[in-house]
Structure formats: C-alpha cells, structure tokens
C-alpha cells in the first residue's frame, strides 16, 4: 500500500478508533491522546513493514496500551487505573463505529461554539491545527489553547458517550452540521500544500453528512448540507489539470462532472427546499444546483445565484457571503457594481488581506481594463494564500495581465 494510501486510511480510521476507546474506557483527553500516538506509530511503522490484516484492530490495541499506560502513571489514581487496565482487554473494545457519538460528544454544551467545533475538527476531521487555525481566521497558537480548554472542559463535565435527545440534540446538530461543513471546505480547496483538493476529507465529510441524514432524514438543512456537498464535489475531476493547476469554475469542461452525484444532489435540493423554512445550508445548495443545472457557464442564471446570495446575506451575514453576492452582481450589473459591493468588506477584520478578497477584486479590476490594480491584486492574493496551487493559478493570472498590451491612448 502507498503512502497516500496509509494516509487515508490512518484518517479513516482515527475517530473510528477513538469513539470505540472513550466508549470503553471514558476519559476523551486521555484517549485522545493515545489514539494520536498510535496513529504516528503506525504512520512510521506500515510504510516499512506492511499494513497489518486488521488495521483497526493494530490501532485499538496499540491506542488502549497507550492509554493504559498514561493511567498507571497516575500515582493518585493508581488503585482505580490498575483494576481498570486488568478488567479491560483491547479486544473488550466494541467493534462498531461511534463516529457519529464522538461529533456530538465534540459538540458539548458546555463549550463555545468555536472551541466545538474546532475540537470536532481536531478529533474528528483529523485536521492539524494550523489546518483549523486558517478555517477560523486566528493564530495557530490561539488555536491550540482553544482545542486544550475544549478537551480540559469535555473531561470535567464527565458527560456520558451516547446521543444527545430533544431540544440538546437540536441544539449540537446545528454545531455539527457547521463543523462538517468546514471539514468539507478544506477537502475541496485545501487551505495548504501542494494539491489544490483533499479528496480524503471532502469524503469523510459526506460520510458523516450521510450518516446524520439517515438519523434525521425530515431535516432540512441536513438534507441541504448534504445536496451542498454532492453538488460541489460533483466538479471535482474538472477542478485541476493534468499538472495539477486550478481551473475556475468558468472555464471547467463539464462533462467531466460526476453526473451521478449531481442527480442525487438535485433530487436532496428538492427535498430540502420543500419545507416551510429555508436555512444557510438550504440556500447554499440551491446555488449549487443552479450551477449545475447550466450545461455551459454562459447558461448559468446569474440573476438567480444573486436572489439566493441575496436572502443568504440576510438570514447568515456573513464576509464571504458578501463577497460570492459581488460576483453574482459582476455577473448582471457589471464588474463596477461588483466592485462597490466589495469595498464595503474592506472595513472588516476577518477580511483584511484574505487571498479570496483580492483575488476576487483582480478579476473584477481586470474585466473594467485596470491592468496595473488587477496585476497588483493578483500578486497580493498569491502571495496570501498558503495554497501552492492557489499561488501559481494566481501568479499565472498576474502573468496573463502583465503580458497585456496596453490599449492605445485617444
């Protein structure tokens, strides 16, 4: 098995294995821990010496000593750790998959919503915290207090490993369905590195989005987070070239969608959108299927995408929101109007030197013929984005306007 190979299934398999050990043994820092440690054991040992037959059970086994060890090295605790290590056996961990118990556990209510879902990120999603880090907009070490405190608060509480019911329930779905959606993100447009697409995360984010669907198939912005996903992974294979450079969504060939995964995704928007509500994720979705629906990116029904940006602003104001309305306008009232809509995030902290936000100003600078701030936009956006593919789709953008020749003077 090749590296990637191992590295797939080390992140599959990682809450898989951790849900089974706090299950058995509580004590979710505590597992936690032990579970990293076996998942970098393993990382270095199966490249050179193979991968076992029972990769989940190498882990289990490998994770539970790990933690046996850490208990009896508490000396205060020694009597109660002891007897614990002698009554449970690494094959006393069930097998099943707790993933789904392990993201509410990580949706607490006793954490604050960011420190939950940065947590689920963490344990869950398998994100490093630098990873974690650029999804909030914060400081990597901001970042690794934040995840501590979360697993600190999670031990303290003592809360049991099983579903939450009601009203809490409810409460840490809309937790989960954000954490899932963020996981998905980075799948799709990895923050970092050399490959534009972690194909191992945006899966993992749908298997969990179908895992939850099929508990709370009548929930609309399940189903709609769901449909989101589909859609957007559909375009997947036409994202990169062969070389692995990034194609905009304009110019992908789309034929090469996944026909397949639209057709679901269309059928999930349908019946997410026929409830009495609409929610962020519905709305997302219904974007997402109306690009889809074009079969070229001439087709595509502008005015529509913008209607749906539109009431998206209002019900979840967001920065990013505002800034995929502007194109949507770019794309019906022109480039000037886009622009306009676009100075009104320049006040915003969270935006303030985002790749997204001048990047997004290049092109519209570029298509009102101001060559010289669409080159500068496009060489700052390259040079604040963590993504090698991101830089050199940027960078060759930057290329493409300088070359331009300049219009000639009246």
């Known amino acids: 098995m090749t590296a990637p190979a191992i590295e797939d299934l080390l992140r599959d398999l990682t809450p898989r294995v951790l849900g089974a050990l706090v299950r058995r043994y ?14 970098l ?21 490998v994770a539970s000593r790990r933690l046996v060890d850490q208990l009896r090295s508490d000396h205060a605790r020694r009597e ?24 509410f556990l990580c949706c607490h209510p006793t954490l604050t919503a960011a420190s939950q879902t940065a947590l689920t990120l963490r344990a869950v999603g398998g994100l490093t915290t630098a990873e974690i ?11 690794a207090a934040r995840i501590s405190r ?29 954490v899932l959606y963020l996981i998905f993100n980075e799948g799709y447009t990895a923050s970092s590195g050399s490959e534009l697409v972690r194909a191992d995360l945006a899966r993992e984010a749908i298997r969990l989005a179908r895992t ?7 929930d609309g912005e399940v189903t709609g ?37 639209i057709d679901e995704g269309l059928d999930l928007v349908k019946a997410a959108l026929a409830g009495p509500d609409l929610g962020p994720y519905q709305l997302q979705a219904a974007i997402a299927a109306t690009h889809a629906d074009a ?16 009431i998206l602003e209002r019900i979840a104001p967001n920065p990013m929101v505002t800034l995929n309305r502007a194109i949507a306008l770019a794309e019906t009232e022109g480039p000037q109007a886009g622009l306009d809509l676009l100075s009104g995030l320049d006040g915003d902290g969270r935006m303030a030197g985002h790749h997204r936000l001048l990047s997004v100003r290049a092109h519209l600078l570029e298509r009102t013929g101001d060559t010289a701030g669409a080159y500068e936009h496009y060489r700052r956006a390259a040079k604040a984005t963590a993504s090698l593919a991101e830089q050199r789709y940027l960078e060759s953008r930057a290329n493409r306007v300088a070359a331009r020749p300049e219009p000639p003077v009246a």
Not at 150 to 175: N, Y
């Open 26 to 39: 509580g004590r979710f820092e505590g597992c936690e821990d032990a579970v990293q440690e076996a998942v």
């Open 41 to 61: 054991a393993a990382s270095v040992q199966w490249p050179a010496e193979g991968v076992p037959d029972n990769p989940r059970g190498w882990l289990t086994t």
């Open 80 to 103: 109660r750790e002891s007897a614990l290590a002698a009554e449970a056996a690494p094959a006393d961990v069930p097998d099943t998959d707790d993933t789904l118990v392990l993201l």
């Open 133 to 143: 880090a650029r999804a909030f907009l914060v400081p990597e070490a901001t970042m």
């Open 150 to 178: 979360a697993k600190q608060r999670i031990r303290a509480a003592g809360s049991s490993f099983a579903l939450p019911e009601g009203a809490e329930r409810e409460e840490r779905l809309r937790v989960v369905l954000h």
């Open 212 to 218: 939850v669907h099929a508990q709370l198939p009548e």
């Open 225 to 261: 987070l769901l449909a989101l996903m589909l859609l957007t992974h559909a375009r997947r294979e036409a994202r990169t070239t062969p070389s692995g450079d990034l194609v905009p969504l304009a110019e992908q060939d789309r034929k090469r969608w996944d026909g397949a995964l």
């Open 295 to 310: 079969a070229t990116a001439e087709e595509t029904d502008w005015v529509q995408v913008h209607a749906l940006y539109l």
